[in-house]
């Protein structure tokens, strides 16, 4: 993809390896299993992101290429809104994301804490996901953070229950974050849809 992101004013991240150092396209494929595949638009793998089936709260174990741990998202109950959480092994909450629909669209928020700088950050999704495309800013800064871009269905991932996303981070962005904000959405509106299929 050709879709070119300026550089944050400071970086954004938790993971300073997930760092992108220039506008990176990752190809987001949802498999079979409640997996994901996560690449560059070269085919360069990024991220292994493993679903467990038999997990109530729609548990994903998101590991670097080496099989380090690095977070699982699940699904918190007991919220008004949709609410998802990225967990380290030993408990500590990395991120939040929540969402909600509005009048008119959807409206998705995520919130950690910026290990560069120790300040807290909230990211929100402009645009709609039920659209082709949406932007990820940052509420401080105003900056593009990412566009996600939905390949839309065709018959074979629509009857699997599985969608391909493009998601374009901007220099200075943290892929890992904005990786697991998409899977979250995703689980979002699997709730919806009674399977896996599209986003928010």
């Known amino acids: 993809m050709a879709y070119q992101l300026p550089p944050l004013p400071q970086p954004i991240a938790i993971f300073d390896q997930f760092i992108a150092r220039q506008t990176e396209t990752l190809v987001i494929k949802e498999k079979l299993l409640d997996n994901f595949d996560i690449k560059t638009h070269t085919g360069q793998p990024v991220l292994r992101v493993q679903g467990q089936l038999l997990s109530m709260r729609g548990r994903k174990t998101v590991t670097d290429l080496g099989g380090t741990h690095l977070f699982d998202i699940v699904?918190?109950?007991?919220?008004?809104?949709?609410?998802?959480?990225?967990?380290?092994?030993?408990?500590?909450?990395?991120?939040?994301?929540?969402?909600?629909?509005?009048?008119?669209?959807?409206?998705?928020?995520?919130?950690?804490?910026?290990?560069?700088?120790?300040?807290?950050?909230?990211?929100?999704?402009?645009?709609?996901?039920?659209?082709?495309?949406a932007d990820i800013v940052d509420e401080a800064s105003g900056a593009v953070v990412a566009r996600i871009d939905r390949k839309l269905l065709n018959m074979r991932e629509a009857f699997l229950g599985q969608q391909t996303y493009h998601l374009t981070v901007a220099p200075g962005a943290d892929m890992a974050v904005l990786v697991a904000m998409c899977i979250a959405l995703d689980e979002k509106n699997n709730e919806g849809q009674g399977g896996f299929c599209t986003v928010m």
């Open 75 to 133: 699904k918190e109950m007991l919220h008004i809104h949709a609410t998802f959480v990225a967990n380290t092994q030993s408990g500590e909450r990395l991120l939040e994301v929540k969402s909600s629909f509005a009048l008119v669209g959807s409206k998705a928020r995520a919130t950690f804490t910026n290990r560069r700088t120790g300040q807290p950050v909230t990211l929100f999704m402009k645009g709609n996901w039920f659209d082709t495309s």
